[in-house]
């Protein structure tokens, strides 16, 4: 029952976003798509919630609609793929990225569309937004990424990065990795199965 009612009030809050989803061409006008994540942003309470869900599942790359993504928290570009069960924490600001099942996120977490966003020319002078690399930074499943934390490379898989950190290289799967910038201070052992 509680599964049908879920999903009766994930339909109700789809027919609410398409409008918001429709202007920014499902998820293909940059501008647009600023708007109605920005405004999705501010929707308070667990109804904000199911609406974020409900915009993202209409305009981002993939999303599964079990997630859930808090309040003030929103995704500045469309490509972005979002597996099944993650949480993203509050007051989050994610670029480019692919965030693989069950993953959870603190709040004021930032992944960035990699290190090169920004560039200087020969006179010292810094380019535009549109005009640096983006990359697409790929967080596996099952990890943890603490409160605010900065992220500029891919985590590996069953990974857990500390509060306040930075991460600017590659993480392996199944390490516990802190600091700025981020070093891995401990790889977990695979899970042991029972007999």
Known sequence: MKRVA?????????????????IAGFGRFGPTFSIGAHACATAPGILG??????YYKLTLERCS?????????????PDVSLGQGVYIGAYCVLGRCQIGDRT???????????????????????S???EGEFETID??????????????APVGSSTTVGAGAVVVSPI??????VGNPARVIKKASPAKSGC
């Open 6 to 22: 879920k999903g009766c009030v994930n339909g109700l809050f789809l027919v609410i976003a398409f409008p918001l989803a429709a």
């Open 49 to 54: 919630d199911y609406l974020r869900i409900a």
């Open 65 to 77: 609609m079990d997630s859930r993504v808090s309040f003030g928290t929103f995704f500045a570009h």
């Open 104 to 126: 959870q996120i603190a709040s004021h977490v930032q992944v960035l569309s990699g290190r090169r966003q920004h560039r200087r020319d020969e006179s010292g002078q810094i």
């Open 128 to 130: 535009g937004s549109g």
């Open 139 to 152: 967080i596996g499943a099952d990890c943890w990424i603490g409160a605010s934390s900065i992220i500029m």
């Open 172 to 177: 392996e799967s199944q390490s516990v990795a």
